[in-house]
């Protein structure tokens, strides 16, 4: 084409570029429907595959984990020329972010480059106008960017909440084997009048299973923050419904809404001795609003926990595990529960695989997003003299007895 710049780019950018135009395309053609675009579409849509859009597909495209098929791009064309308005606003504005996550990569590509560039700079090359468009788009990109690794990030959370319901039951068998109140720090932080405790470590620190042990030994609910949400929305409480509309609309949930259930769960009965709660805050701005929340009755939060494990070992315990095909709840480590046979089930020898959310890529997200968003949360609670760090290497009882011990020794 007549654009200098075509042949330098990568087949990636190449494709990036397409699907804006295709974006600008279904622009006009949600504004125009009987404009030349949206035959020239139609027609393309016409001939192409079809696919069908799951929901995991969707929001793989929209956390920016893989690049939207071209299929799949026409099958939301199929979708946009039909007759209902309202999916097809929906849908537009689902566009509007997938276009928005493919600009921000291409973006962070041309920025990556080493500078020996060509003089053929496209962001030179645009008119003033031109550059504040790109800024605007890459600061609104952004934005959405952050969104969708939040919504990632909840995704995983649901995942780990499957997992922490399965440890749950093993906590049980674990505390009617040894007994409740066999722990002696545990019998004397029951003794407190009020335990308000935040667990804050880094993925795959343990936390999500240390926390249903502490809350048993503690005799404190755990407030888990995606619980809240699943539980608002399906209960289809009025904050629930708002939940539920931004996650429907591909928003984040903003902080006001969150911190709404955070104060709606704090008002049960069950919490006058305190709490233990986990998914939150996540970033700095969270962290004031739980504060200032509790503060609303003179509250607060009174330790912040923290599971101490190197990036290193985080990673080596995420990747490590394996899930049974046959049956979800058969699990495999292949350094601390190393299968008998490998590759295959202890229990049914089903073959084990690796989950997409244990994968090296998401792992390492997480872990960034944690780097970046909480550990200032971690540090904030530190200088304000309420961080309570134990190491999360060991045993699982031997991280909760660390745990007890520390906390006990905090309070005094
Ligand atoms: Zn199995």
């Known amino acids: 084409m007549a654009d200098p710049t075509e042949e330098q780019l990568n087949p990636a950018d190449v494709y990036a570029r397409e699907l804006t135009a295709f974006a600008e395309a279904l622009h006009v ?15 393309a849509a016409e001939t192409a595959g079809r696919v069908p859009l799951s ?31 309202e999916v ?72 780990r909440i499957r997992a922490d319901e399965l440890t749950a039951a093993a906590t049980q068998m674990l505390l009617d084997a040894t007994e409740r109140g066999t722990i002696p720090v545990a019998e004397q932080l029951r003794l407190r009048e009020h335990s308000r405790i935040v667990l804050v470590g880094p993925p795959g620190s343990g936390k999500g299973t240390q926390a249903p042990f502490l809350s048993k030994l503690l005799e404190v609910p755990l407030i888990h923050v995606a619980e809240l949400y699943r539980s608002n929305v399906a209960g289809r409480t009025a904050v629930g419904k708002k939940v539920y509309d931004y996650m429907n609309r591909g928003e984040l949930v903003p902080d006001e809404v969150t911190l709404e259930m955070l104060a709606d769960r704090l008002h049960a009965p069950d919490t ?41 070992e985080s990673f080596k315990r995420v990747i490590g595990r394996r899930v049974c095909k046959n049956d979800s709840s058969h699990r495999a480590h292949v350094t601390y529960a190393t299968p008998q046979k490998y590759g295959r089930c202890d229990v049914c020898g089903g073959p084990l ?16 997003v944690w780097k970046y968003q909480t550990e200032p ?36």
């Open 55 to 85: 929901s995991s597909a969707i929001s793989e495209a929209f956390s920016g984990k893989r690049l939207p098929s071209l299929d799949f791009t026409l099958e939301l064309v199929r979708q946009l020329v039909g007759h209902d308005h």
């Open 272 to 312: 006058q001795h305190g709490f233990i709660l986990d998914g939150l805050p996540r970033n700095l701005s969270q962290a004031v609003g739980v504060d200032d929340l509790l503060a609303s009755t003179s509250e607060s939060i009174e330790a912040a926990l923290n599971f101490d494990i190197s990036r290193d």
């Open 29 to 43: 053609l949600h504004v125009d429907r009987g404009s030349p675009s949206y035959r020239a579409i139609s027609a």
């Open 353 to 368: 695989y690796t989950r997409e959310d244990d994968s090296r890529h998401v792992i390492a997200k997480r872990w960034e």
């Open 88 to 159: 097809r606003e929906q849908w537009r504005e689902k566009w509007k972010r997938v276009k928005l996550c493919q600009r921000q990569s291409v973006v962070r590509r041309k920025q990556s480059k080493p500078q020996h560039d060509t003089g053929h700079s496209t962001q030179r090359d645009l008119p003033d106008s031109g550059n504040e468009a790109l800024t605007t788009a890459r600061l609104e990109a952004e934005r959405i960017v952050q969104a969708a690794q939040a919504e990632a990030e909840s995704i995983i959370e649901s995942a």
């Open 377 to 412: 949360v971690v540090q904030k609670y530190g200088a304000e003299g309420r961080l309570v760090t134990v190491s999360g290497i060991g045993t699982v009882s031997g991280v909760t007895e660390r745990a007890l011990t520390a906390l006990n020794a905090y309070f005094g």
